[in-house]
């Protein structure tokens, strides 16, 4: 063998090495590629079924459970005078307005209702002007990164209303008024307890975090998303509204004067009748 065959030898046997370190090379990372594609869509798989166990966790509780009706209601709704003792109530004018408010815990239009026009409404209520009535529904259940805190937080207040009246008051305000924003996860069931203690409430931490009441608010949403709001002329539910004798108050919800004038507007048409603008 001459000495231009054994360098031909040699540079082929080199380029072969080099071609089989090359396939080890590429099959090294073809693994590794799989492997990390692997584990990216375990990482995804994972988070779908964290999500999907979270929001079953959220929501599969209230299909199995019972309904079980709310103590101390009136049809579907919450009549403050009547959760005070029978001693305690004020004595009512001959003709009081009824006044009926349907909230949404999540809905920040109803803090709002809350503050500014629920310390002209109280005030009513301790004059026995008015019969005042909460009606606790859970249109924003979606919009609360699956805890459905609308609907939580309407059976705590069920709770309250069941076992310690008397702290309705102070609980719906709270709630009202220190709310949770939209589309995020709410007060936790723990955390609505305490806030449930702190207004006074005994004896319901177990009924809030059991959510007991949870079907009964998804059962009484529903009844009244079917049929026109009560006493009214076909009007729909809609969440937050105020009713005053069928009337529904569509003028600025954080002006209690514009509010205050509403109902004396309503008084004087009882008293006297509507007054025709056209005429002098």
């Not at 029978?86 to 949404?104: G, K, L, M, N």
């Not at 919009?143 to 309705?168: I, K, L």
């Amino acid at each position: 063998m001459t000495n231009d065959d054994s360098d031909e030898t040699l540079t082929n046997e080199r380029r072969d090495a080099v071609r089989e370190k090359a396939k080890r090379v590429n099959a090294r990372i073809q693994r590794r590629t799989i492997a990390r594609r692997v584990a990216i869509a375990v990482v995804i798989i994972a988070a779908v079924v964290a999500a999907g166990w979270w929001v079953w966790r959220s929501v599969a509780p209230e299909l199995d459970r019972p309904v079980v009706l709310p103590k101390n209601i009136s049809g579907d709704g919450i009549d403050v005078t009547s959760l005070l003792p029978e001693d305690e109530r004020p004595e009512q004018v001959d003709e009081p307005f009824d006044i009926d408010v349907y909230v949404d815990y999540l809905d920040p239009d109803a803090g709002t209702i809350e503050s500014e026009l629920g310390p002209e409404m109280y005030e009513w209520v301790d004059e026995g002007v008015i019969n005042l009535t909460y009606h606790p529904v859970s249109l924003r259940a979606g919009e609360s990164n699956g805890t459905q805190y609308s609907t939580r937080a309407a059976g705590a207040v069920m709770c309250v209303v069941s076992e310690s009246p008397r702290a309705f008051s102070a609980f719906n305000t709270a709630l009202l008024t220190d709310q949770p924003e939209v589309s995020t996860e709410g007060h936790t069931d723990a955390e609505l307890a305490d806030i449930a203690a702190d207004s006074g409430a005994e004896g319901v931490a177990d009924c809030i975090t059991d959510r007991t009441y949870a079907p009964w608010v998804s059962e009484a949403t529903d009844r009244a998303l079917e049929r026109s709001i009560p006493g009214t002329d076909g009007v729909g539910l809609s969440a937050p509204v105020v009713i005053v004798d069928g009337n529904v108050y569509d003028g600025a919800i954080d002006d209690a004067a514009e509010f205050s004038q509403f109902l004396f507007t309503l008084e004087s048409e009882r008293t006297y009748g509507e007054t025709d603008p056209k005429s002098d």
